[in-house]
């Protein structure tokens, strides 16, 4: 009926005249009267009519009454309700609509082991529409009333097993991924297992994304299934390569080692030979080994060699040299061509997991390595940031916006007191992002770590504000569910 009011407003009242039937028929009186009233030429018929049809709409419909639907009682909850002042932080978190902290509630409240009050069910099943991320956590938190409620509703009706298995069998996706994240982090080979059932009906993306995943706890366990796969997708094959190089006794990191034993040796005294004339076969090319230099200082042979060394364990270079770590480090040093192997041997250390090794190759390092820190624990890893942060601030940053744990008090100093001089690059929307981050602390520090530049420190001032809400919301969870 609409359409029809639509359409003739489009098209002129000379071209196309409203008739009865194109109303409902509760209308159909009313409109008779407006239409024989001559006083009124066809323009104002057609105002009065839709203004008619417009107050009708308004009013609403009466529901469809059928007995023929049952509809059962939502079942009792099996675990408690949060708290009041559960809601009153949950509140607040979507009053500023950001997912981190809703994100941080659900959590609270699952582990826990409590559930939302019903008043709330909607509101997190609605925001669970948008953000596949937290569907699984949103409906075990709606507990029983929810999975009542979304049967009633078809954008609510997310795929929800209660078993990490039936997820894995049966999820989205999402929660597929979820799944062997979690399991690959405590049970590596149930992971492994569960991929090998059905690997053969992935697609090529999920293939390569699932790989990723298995980095996680690799080891010799992940060996014969590793070096028995046959993929024909040159992604899928990197991404196995990846996991092979990870793995000290696989035969492409025997073949890397090979091929070095026979290019560098140890010479006389605390001395070096290093042979560039590498004989490599198309294995060694195959798995990734680039045989064109990135860098127009370094030859296409040393660039391959560097590869080489960043590819097999650091501790090996013991052995063969018959030396401890901080000797075979002054060898590399104290040699010309082997100073410029050091950062693949903190490449290596990374790769393998050898944190002693790392300690070592850190504590002599002036460059910034984010993606072999994380080995060591959160305290070394912010202090060897700290020494390094003057020289580079963006890539620390980068590296702590990363991190999925709550910075340490010094580091936030001196970073916030960094982005109180760059206001315009650290916005709201970052502090939005990056809260869970943010130690609850740093309230405390806010107004010391303003900018001297009078032209920053108002906008300084607002941030401020906006950060001690945020963190405020973020305490406020905290309590809630202690």
């Known amino acids: 009926m609409w359409n029809n009011i639509i359409n003739t407003a489009l098209l002129g009242t000379g071209k196309k005249q409203l008739t009865p039937a194109d109303l409902p028929a509760d209308l159909a009186t009313v409109a008779e009267k407006i239409m024989k009233d001559k006083s009124l030429d066809g323009e104002t018929q057609f105002l009065h009519i839709a203004a008619v049809m417009l107050n009708y709409r308004q009013s609403g419909v009466n529901p469809v009454n059928n007995s023929g639907v049952p509809l059962q009682p939502a079942p009792a909850e099996e675990r408690p309700y ?41 509101v997190l099943l609605d925001t669970a529409v948008s953000q596949k991320r937290i569907r699984h956590l949103a409906m075990t938190v709606c507990g029983k009333r929810g999975q009542w409620l979304s049967s009633m509703n078809p954008d609510w009706q997310f795929p929800f097993a209660a078993s990490n298995e039936d997820r894995w069998q049966t999820g989205s996706a999402e929660d597929r991924r979820q799944v062997l994240q979690d399991i690959r982090q405590s049970y590596p080979g149930m992971a492994r297992d569960w991929l090998q059932q059905t690997w053969a009906q992935e697609n090529i993306s999920t293939r390569t994304e699932f790989l990723k995943i298995m980095r996680t706890n690799i080891s010799d366990d992940d060996l014969p299934w590793l ?18 190089k990870q793995i000290p006794s696989s035969f492409i990191v025997q073949s890397y080692w090979q091929i070095l034993q026979s290019a560098i040796s ?18 060694i090319i195959d798995s990734g080994i680039a045989t064109l230099s990135n860098e127009k200082n370094i030859s296409e042979e040393a660039y391959i060699l560097f590869q080489l060394m960043g590819s097999v364990p650091p501790s090996w270079w ?23 192997f050091i950062p693949a041997l903190i490449l290596a250390a990374g790769r393998f997991k050898d944190a002693v090794w790392l300690r070592l ?26 020494r390094l942060f003057s020289n580079y601030p963006q890539d620390v940053i980068n590296y702590l916006s990363n991190r999925t ?15 109180a001089r760059n206001p315009y690059q650290y916005t709201r929307n970052f502090f939005d992002k990056h809260v869970l981050q943010l130690p609850p602390v740093i309230t405390e520090e806010l107004e010391k770590l303003a900018p001297e530049e009078p032209a920053y420190q108002a906008t300084w001032r607002n941030t401020s504000e906006h950060i001690r809400r945020l963190l405020s919301c973020k305490v406020q969870i905290s309590k809630a569910f202690k």
């Open 361 to 386: 190759l850190l504590e002599k390092s002036t460059a910034f390595y984010p993606d072999v820190i994380p080995l060591l624990p959160a305290a070394e890893q912010e202090a060897y940031a700290l």
């Open 227 to 244: 070096e028995a796969l046959q993929e024909k997708n040159q992604k899928v094959k990197d991404e196995v390569w990846a996991l092979l």
């Open 405 to 419: 744990d709550e910075w340490g008090l010094e580091i936030a100093n001196e970073v916030l007191r960094w982005m």
């Open 318 to 340: 013991e052995s063969l040299f018959k030396a401890d770590k901080e000797e075979v480090f002054t060898l590399f040093e104290k040699d010309d061509l082997g100073k410029r």
């Open 82 to 122: 949060c708290s009041t002042q559960a809601i009153y932080a949950l509140q607040d978190a979507l009053d500023m609509d950001l997912l981190p902290l809703v994100t941080y509630w659900l959590e609270a409240c699952h582990d826990k082991g409590q559930v939302v009050v019903p008043e709330y069910i909607p």
């Open 266 to 283: 140890r010479g006389p005294g605390q001395s070096l030979h290093i042979s560039l004339q590498l004989p490599l076969d198309k294995r």
